[in-house]
């Protein structure tokens, strides 16, 4: 396994490089004004932490059920599910039952790494099947690294009496270990594709984050410019490999960052010339699966301000 500081994309940790997201605070604001994710964001009371401390809220979070609908690429599977959020474990918290043969998906809610196993697990409609143990990375329970996870990162997942980390290799293992829609092409030239695409994701990242404290946006424009001219592959839906798959799971975390923070502070619109991309969040912004996981852009916003000390 990678060690915390070599790739942005595998996990989060307790201590960040430069480009890393582990270490974002996050604070709960009400305004929405961003068009990602859109106005699913409010219905979403995924609120962790009181705005004036990092003290975890000690209620559950309750998402309202959706009404049934019959399932779609976008919506996969997700579409009445009702799921109780449990509050972040921090080091006050007593372990749960490990090995006893439950699957546990252990997250942070802030984590875009953890983000995008949350989401595939959504997807694939195992609610039922992987219970979700969220973590308090600023103030993280001491069993976590020395019974769960020794790495001590986010996401993790305890199955069949083993811990698995690394988040692009989870939400492999998690598609073809675990039964409900595939999130995997089946077509040879998609698969090939959807392996660059997953590769390149460093380079996404590493690209936009460069931008955030430079005049130029150079190094943006041409991630994004990438991203535009991926989506342009196969032209038969509008995802990255035409059908939904894990592929876009992988960038969504990102990209619901990326794109608040850069509009607010570079007055950068990501989407302003680039159709497909914007065609493509607002198909993201359907899928109940994914809508779970969001938070307000605003706090996104905020925690960016904090971590790279911009100014507004």
Known sequence: MSSPTT???????????????????YLSLSTNPFPFPSSHTPRLPLRIQSPHSSRVLPAPLLLKSRSRTRASPSSMATGSVQEVLPPALDSTSDPPAIFDGTTRLYISYLCPYAQRVWIARNCKGLQDKIKLVPIDLQNRP?????????PNKVPSLEHNNEVKGESLDLLKFIDSSFEGPSLFPSDPAKRQFAEELLSYIDSFNKGVISSFKVEGMNDADAAFDYFETALSKFDDGPFLLAEFSLVDIAYAPFIERFQPFLLDVKKYDITAGRPKLAAWIKEMNKNEAYKQTQRDPEEHVQSYKKRFSAQP
């Open 142 to 150: 001491t069993w976590y690294k020395e019974k769960v996870y020794p």
């Open 7 to 25: 790739s942005l994309t595998n996990c989060c940790t307790a201590h960040s490089s430069p480009l890393d997201f582990s270490s974002l605070s």
